[in-house]
Nanobody
Framework: QVQLVESGGGLVQAGGSLRLSCAAS????????VGWFRQAPGKEREVVVV????????YYADSVKGRFTISRDNAKNTVYLQMNSLKPEDTAVYYC?????????????????WGQGTQVTVSS
């Protein structure tokens, strides 16, 4: 069974930092692209950042460029999202997802497996 488990969420003050982790099992981790998505109350789910299978291609939403950094450690079957200079508008449930068939995709429709989500709350 494929399983993705997010961790590292919490409540922080504006300007603070969090590091999210996504641990994967049940798949060949190096064969999947991984994306982080977020969904705030009353809003559509949106892509935050994507990293390709090899890690050579990345995409960052304009709203997080310069503040968030994605990395992957295939040996540990884990993807990390370092979030710095957090803003209240970053408040959302963050999900990691794996795409088995796409080398690189910005569409959530391309992702096959999803984690349960981790809550990030940024207070002002």
């Amino acid at each position: 069974q494929v399983q993705l488990v997010e961790s590292g969420g919490g409540l922080v003050q504006a300007g603070g930092s969090l590091r999210l982790s996504c641990a994967a099992s049940g798949l060949t981790f190096s064969s999947v692209a991984v994306g982080w998505f977020r969904q705030a109350p009353g809003k559509e789910r949106e892509v935050v950042v994507v990293i390709s299978r090899s890690g050579t291609m990345t995409y960052y939403a304009d709203s997080v460029k310069g503040r968030f950094t994605i990395s992957r450690d295939n040996a540990k079957n884990t993807v990390y999202l370092q979030m710095n200079s957090l803003k209240p508008e970053d408040t959302a449930v963050y999900y990691c997802a794996a795409a088995r068939r796409s080398y690189y995709s910005l569409s959530d429709r391309s992702y096959d497996d999803w984690g349960q989500g981790t809550q990030v709350t940024v207070s002002s």
